[in-house]
């Protein structure tokens, strides 16, 4: 599958609740978000790729992860730059960019201009959006 011609998958709410945790659907399907320093990435360092906890495509490579100390895992770019996609957001009386999976529309979190070199980006993701997949390497940056 070539990530750079992205195929939509659409499934009604309640097949991703069924196919997922609760804590996976409310952050994901609902926009929550986890709690810090409570999820399964914020301090990982394990070597591998992110996929989508909902529909598999590749989002970061642990190459890009950095220790923001926020207690979600932070990358400072994407995988590739259609992987992911941004969008407004207003909620809770702050202006915040938004970031979902191109594929699934599931949402990720939140991307800042407060990241370090080479994009000063800061992607603040929650772990229960993610999915760590350690034997798949970036063949990108092989
Ligand atoms: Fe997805």
């Not at 997922?20 to 999820?39: A, C, H, S």
């Not at 190459?63 to 926020?70: L, N, P, Q, R």
């Amino acid at each position: 599958m070539s990530d750079t011609n992205v195929e939509k998958i659409v499934k009604p709410e309640e097949e991703w609740r069924q196919e997922l945790t609760p804590e996976q659907f409310y952050v994901t399907r609902k926009k929550g978000t986890e709690r810090p320093f409570t999820g399964e990435y914020h301090d990982s360092k394990q070597p591998g790729v992110y996929r989508c906890v909902c529909c598999g495509q590749e989002l970061f490579d642990s190459e890009t992860k950095f220790d923001s100390g926020t207690g979600w895992p932070s990358f400072w770019a994407p995988i590739q730059a259609d992987s992911v996609k941004t969008e407004d957001d207003r909620s809770l009386f702050m202006r915040r960019t938004e970031v979902l999976c191109s594929r699934c529309d599931a949402h990720l979190g939140h991307v800042f201009e407060d990241g370090p070199e080479p994009t000063g980006l800061r992607f603040c993701m929650n772990s229960a959006a993610l999915k760590l997949d350690p034997e798949t390497r970036n063949k990108n940056n092989a």
